[in-house]
């Protein structure tokens, strides 16, 4: 009896969470989802939203760009984060603490400020740019802020720390011991790497390449105020639809919200298909 007693208490403090993520999640998910099955003005139900957003070319070159620039940012980052975060775990237990602090701080500088940052830095009359066009440099002479290019070093920025901060904690999970026998049976610092390291690390590498890849598909701030509407992402259009000066086509937007999701959670079941299979010859 006292059992029941106590599973009851502690569901009932589970009440005030289930309300919470029914209220901001759950509820506004399946609104979104009716939404996008209801014809332009909620008329009626349709498949013509889908069919919009999947057959027309300026939908799908959204999609396309979004996803390229999802997928760079997120390559990148990964890169540099597994060598960053293998080199924290080298400082002292202070340093890595200071470093990490710094990591999460700037993992969230992200919107509007860290647009405007880099328009100061990096723009046509930026800081940078400037300096370099005064000293005769020409290292920014190509390079356009407002472009691809542009857009996949901003979203780098706020994307490596994240994964540094996610990487980290793995190289804990490789033990002194393992180096020391390695090299006690005359494996070389690579190959130890390359045969106990990377596999021991690979499915955390394998997830948080998952987390990067939907932060950037979901970026909307950060791209919105550099960019505006001059170039063609997907959670740009998904905004101007919802919000636009001229013409707003919730019903459109929640279709293409739909594919957005679909879409990350279509990279994520891949990434796991792989880890299965990485586990599955590893063992």
């Known amino acids: 009896m006292n059992a029941w007693i106590k599973q009851g208490r502690t569901l009932l403090l589970l009440v005030p969470f289930a309300v919470i993520i029914s209220a901001f999640e759950l509820i506004p998910l399946l609104a979104m989802a009716l939404d996008s099955f209801r014809g332009d003005g909620g008329e009626g139900w349709t498949l013509q939203q889908y069919v919009?957003?999947?057959?027309?070319?300026?939908?799908?070159?959204?999609?396309?760009?979004?996803v390229l620039i999802s997928f760079f940012s997120s390559v990148c980052a990964i890169i540099v984060a597994l060598f960053a975060a293998y080199s924290i775990t080298r400082f002292s237990p202070s340093a890595r603490e200071k470093i990490l602090n710094f990591s999460n701080m700037t993992s969230n500088y992200a919107g509007v400020p860290l647009a405007f940052a880099y328009v100061i830095l990096l723009g046509n009359n930026g800081l940078f740019t400037l300096l370099f066009q005064r000293m005769g440099w020409e290292v920014l002479a190509d390079f356009d802020l407002y472009s691809w290019t542009g857009l996949t070093l901003v979203y780098v920025y706020f994307q490596i720390p994240l994964a540094v901060l996610l990487l980290y904690p793995t190289y804990f999970g490789i033990q002194e011991q393992w180096k020391e026998s390695a090299a006690l049976l005359g494996a070389s610092p690579a190959q130890f790497w390359r045969h106990?390291?990377?596999?021991?690390?690979l499915p955390s590498v394998v997830g948080t390449f998952s987390i990067l890849f939907a932060n950037a598909m979901g970026a909307?701030?950060?791209?919105?105020?550099?960019?505006?509407?001059?170039?063609?992402?997907?959670?740009i259009r998904i905004g101007s639809l919802v919000a636009g000066d001229v013409i707003t086509r919730p019903e459109l937007a929640s279709a293409l919200a739909v594919i957005l999701g679909v879409t990350m959670l279509g990279a994520m079941w891949i990434n796991e298909r792989m880890m299965r299979r990485v586990r599955r010859d590893l063992q």
């Open 52 to 66: 919009t957003a999947l057959t027309n070319k300026f939908y799908l070159v959204a999609l396309q760009n979004s």
């Open 196 to 201: 106990v390291g990377l596999p021991v690390i």
């Open 220 to 235: 909307y701030a950060t791209a919105y105020a550099l960019v505006g509407s001059s170039y063609n992402l997907l959670s």
